[in-house]
């Protein structure tokens, strides 16, 4: 077993990671930080667990310990929850005191030596790792994208043989991708909000590091451009998004794609089955009623036409975060790279 | 005053009529139509009124009259708001009976020779009027599109100057658009729907005719190509839309276009002001904040982006519907067609 | 193994039954029943799946019955999904013909050999079954109460020996009590309906029923009144009620007897651990965190005031509906009733 | 024309005061008030307006006044929108300073000096201004009750004659009475919340003291008791709840009472006709239907049952905050206290 550890264990990303990591087969998690005022006392006592699932008692007689590396000497690899504006920060920190860091802040994702990885996609990008070594430390950063360029991207990945420049997406994307307490029920109840900051920018450029090409030296970003346009929606959980590509082949053509798509990667505890999840019926997938599949971890894609366009769905909190880093953690681990 | 009725007027679309029309500076309703068992009776007696608007008291002790030429025989013109199934025939069988029909129904709309209007879009196709007059009867027949298309082409009108081959279009619509009972509650509350039968296809062709050319004779279709994916989703009332077209002219220039847009139309009760709105905020427009501009007339436009991006939203059963109807009967009794 | 059919299996509730029967561990579910335009056709090809649980695929071969005893002759007991308006003749016929029928349907409920029970309230109650079977039959029916009366007097139960004899309740329940297409989202987006019809009714009679004493002949109504307004919330799942009780005891009181309750039965399968959780937050319980306690089974309470007032809270379609039919069932095998 | 001022203009309740305020026959809004930041720039600059009515332009214009007695000189009444943190203190100097001040706030409510007036159940009780001048100063203090409490007792005041001692009342509460940003998405949506802090206490005693006696020197409290149990449940606007009073009297003589009770006020512009509007369909009022009536200033009553049981519901930002404070200050006005 590994151990490891959550920075911002009291968040909601950090709950889900708390919950995610309950049972897991490889990980075990033995520490828990969250900021000064919360150190020190029960994780029980502290967080305000606002998941669905029920909490995990054997997590509640933590104690909470200072978000510090220090605090983590018991781990091989930490989870990074933080808020963007403290991430940096500490997750160069503990990559510099020899910890693995699986971040799923934005802080490092466009450094050039960070990998942006989604399993299924670029696992090949873990390479990066070994620059970020070559001044002889052992930690490094590895981050995961942005809940909807993750979902996005799974959605690409199996037609890019088919050759495309010029991909448009609208997404409809959940309320909890804000936080708890992020979107007012008076801003989004009865509404749609045609606005997402800093969202449209993470979806065109995070994508183009995820889909680019690792040399051995550097990623170069992938040779087509992407224009988002990002509307949250009254949803709990789900990222939907309605995809156009400049895919010429035929739409039995992208049907196979999709159907004979493997994912490079295999034996992940956390890996769901399918990746990439195709629907035959006209009105699928729906985030209600599909973003549970694989766990959360199955990205959904239906309603393929010619034009081509088509829809793609996935979890934000568990595909699109948590359980992102989560996946990531564990190819790291069967590489080994720890 | 011009008398008028309404067919269909125990529906949704027809109580939406009838709350319009009460206190209309030109039009007098004198007339209600509805199915067999409810003719006959006392209008209060048979309608489930669902608006928010109070019920145009008014109107309570009208006689329900049967859908047929024959009780219509006080009217100048009438609103046809009934469903699709028997729209086409009895709505035929009242031109044929010398009345003008304004209809929200889509069976006539791509007739060759009857005009699909938005009065600030294309005031010119009612000389398809005189084309359905050439037999020598009085009465016509004059459609306003679906409730997406008319939002959709008041939105690009007035950038229409500035050249497009290619717009794409991903809509976010709202529940009242499938009538009262339409949509259950489980299928879409924590939900996105991303189908809605026939409405791509009407966007697609519904709007090539009405920003086409009317030579005289024949309207002939836009030289440009949509492509629209449609969306359910949880809000009310207000069809949201996120547009991209190819026009290559700066955002200013853009701008520039929708602030200097002028319709060509005036005079006409129900004409809002402005037609179209622009708003400079980042996170506007939005249903539910936006939606009854105009009295729910005016279609607002915003998030104006390199690309060319932007959002448009207009309230469906009034701008998109009953309100619609209304604008062009005005704009007929206005040009002398009755 | 005991063979198990469930009639009317294509609806809402009757999926609800496939789902929880699925690799349930005495129940082996063999025979789908519904109505005969479906029946012949395979499960998979019949069903419109609702629920957020994936398609139990073992039944999707399964072949369709038409809902008649004669389908059922594998079966040694039967689930009854059916609406109310067939529901009664139909079980009738199923415990002539000598099937065990649990039923969530309306229709016997009331009737005086007919036992209505929550396992953990009045598992005596099942004492009728000897009575309808006086007749020398083996067959015989067992219902479970309405989904509001069966979170009603789990909650009452463990403080019902602290006496009452004034009970009032007003309900918050879910949309999914009223069918998949029960209530149009026009209707109850942004709304209370403060009506469900015979729902107060229901409440009032069937509470008495089922807290009534069973002396081996017949069900003595209890002691106390019931009053209920009953109002429909836009919640998808679950059903919550404020409840005022006549209790003179101090709240301390009260809350040891939840605390030290134990329900009258165990061993059962779907039996929740614990059957009714006490909450101590001030805020809790509530519908969307707390309905699916015990796998939807565990009925939970808190905010306990003086006054008494206190709240509760299930899920109305798996406590309240299949999931109570099914512990049903569970104790009436295990008290070698079959 | 009386000058009237708000304090706290920008915040919620404050913005449905200069809402509200625009076009007044009697008030003319000449200052509005908020903190340091947003002092002494336009209006239009510092609103967020998050109303669905459209800005008041006229008041755009308007420069913001820090919240200090001293900048109120101009004004003869104000109306108080201040967070209940700081309005006790303010309120307190704007009457010593010589000012009539009409809040929202809940700081004085229980003064005994201070008129809880909800104008068509106690208008006398504005009788206590007297007593406040007593120490010779003009200015003085009258507050209207939380919002549940002014539908509760408007829907109690035309049944008082036939007497109780004991009600029973269950809200279900809307979002918008936290605030704009009181309630996150997460917390409400597919939900209900069984608490609101405070709540219960402001309904139990504000309604005995708004219903007591007043003899000329204090008020006696109703000698009936409250006992509130409330809820907030995913609507936008609109408080409904479920009532039960031990009224003996039959269902026909409550009925009566309701449509025979008139209001002990005339001629005030804000008053709606009915005050109390009662329903007899079995599924009114509803929230989204109702909410509006009397420009949102009628409370409605419906369902009544025996027992007695009955359903009430009113707009809590609308007859439940400003339009209750500026229905006060008309009172005030037409009394001749200024």
Not at 91 to 111: F, I, K
Not at 238 to 261: F, K, N, Q
Not at 306 to 321: D, E, M, V
């Amino acid at each position: 077993m590994i151990n490891v550890g959550v920075l911002g264990a009291t968040g909601a990303v950090g709950q889900r990671f708390v919950q995610l990591l309950a049972d897991h087969p490889w990980f075990s998690l033995t520490t828990l930080t969250a900021s000064g005022r919360s150190a020190g006392r029960r994780y029980a006592d502290v967080v305000d667990w606002r998941l669905d699932a029920p909490f995990p008692d054997a997590f509640g007689d933590l104690v909470v310990a200072p978000t510090d590396p220090a605090s983590l000497r018991d781990c091989d690899l930490v989870f990074s929850a933080l808020p963007a504006e403290i991430a940096g920060e500490v997750e160069t920190a503990c990559a510099a005191a020899g910890l693995a860091v699986c971040t799923n802040a934005s802080s490092h994702r466009m450094d050039a030596d960070v990998p942006l990885v989604v399993p299924e996609v670029n696992p090949d990008h873990l390479g990066l790792i070994d620059l970020q070594r070559d001044g002889g430390r052992d930690g490094f950063i590895v981050t995961n994208p942005n809940c909807s360029t993750i979902v996005f991207t799974l959605a690409l990945k199996p037609i890019a043989p088919l050759g495309f420049s010029d991909v448009r997406v609208a997404t409809m994307q959940a309320i909890s991708g804000a936080g708890f307490a992020g979107v007012p029920a008076m801003a989004i109840y009865d509404n749609v909000v045609p606005f997402i900051g800093g969202e449209e920018e993470k979806m065109e450029t995070e994508t183009l590091k995820i889909m680019g090409t690792f040399d051995g030296a550097t990623v170069k970003p992938a040779p087509f451009q992407v224009s988002a346009s990002c509307n949250r929606v009254p949803v709990i959980d789900g990222h939907t998004m309605a995809i156009w590509a400049d895919v010429t082949a035929p739409v039995e053509a992208v049907l196979a794609a999709y159907r004979s798509w493997n994912p490079p990667i295999s034996g992940l505890p956390t890996q769901p089955e399918p990746a990439v999840q195709l629907f035959d019926q006209p009105n699928r997938p729906q985030p209600r009623l599909d973003r549970m599949r694989g766990r959360g971890m199955t990205v959904s894609v239906g309603r393929v036409r010619p034009g081509l366009r088509f829809i793609a769905l996935g979890h934000n909190t568990i595909r699109g975060a948590a359980g992102a880093s989560i996946l990531n953690a564990e190819l790291i681990a069967q590489k080994k790279f720890l």
